[in-house]
């Protein structure tokens, strides 16, 4: 799902029929910060504990727990850690960029990173 963070968690609390004083109440968060939130105008949190506590309330299956913080990440202008983390992303995401900025990769610039991605499934 391509949707920011602020948009997807209030529709979860949304199909929760929770207003947002019921569910700040719950999981202990201030209504006004976290209308603030919701609204875009502040950053989504960045502590992972909160993230995976929101994530835990929703019930939400592992693929949509790494969206719903992968958008955190996104919404506050940032790559989700993982991927800094792993080796052969961050080495394929120069040319990532190139590509999405419409600079055409040469054929071995595209098979580096077809190479690269193949990388990332595959058993070590």
Same mark, same amino acid.
């Given at each position: 799902?391509?949707?920011?963070?602020?948009?997807?968690?209030?529709? *979860?609390?949304?199909?929760?029929?929770?207003?947002?004083?019921?569910?700040?109440?719950?999981?202990?968060? $201030?209504?006004?910060?976290?209308?603030?939130? !919701?609204? /875009? &105008?502040?950053?989504?949190?960045? +502590?992972?504990?909160?993230? !995976?506590?929101? @994530?835990?309330?929703? /019930?939400?299956? #592992?693929?949509?727990?790494?969206?719903?913080?992968?958008? @955190?990440? *996104?919404?506050?202008?940032?790559?989700?850690?993982? &991927?800094?983390?792993?080796? &052969?992303?961050?080495? @394929?995401?120069?040319?990532?960029?190139? @590509?999405?900025? /419409?600079?055409?990769?040469? !054929? !071995?610039?595209?098979? +580096? *990173?077809?190479?690269?991605?193949?990388?990332?499934?595959? #058993? $070590?």
């Amino acid at each position: 799902m391509n949707t920011p963070f602020s948009n997807r968690i209030k529709e *979860l609390r949304i199909e929760r029929r929770l207003t947002l004083r019921q569910f700040c109440e719950e999981l202990g968060l $201030d209504p006004s910060n976290w209308s603030k939130v !919701e609204r /875009g &105008i502040n950053p989504p949190p960045n +502590d992972v504990s909160l993230l !995976e506590k929101l @994530a835990s309330f929703f /019930g939400l299956n #592992p693929d949509a727990r790494l969206s719903l913080m992968d958008s @955190a990440a *996104l919404q506050r202008g940032e790559l989700p850690k993982d &991927i800094l983390e792993d080796e &052969i992303l961050k080495n @394929a995401l120069p040319a990532f960029f190139r @590509a999405a900025r /419409g600079h055409q990769l040469s !054929e !071995e610039e595209r098979q +580096d *990173l077809f190479q690269e991605v193949l990388k990332l499934n595959s #058993p $070590d």
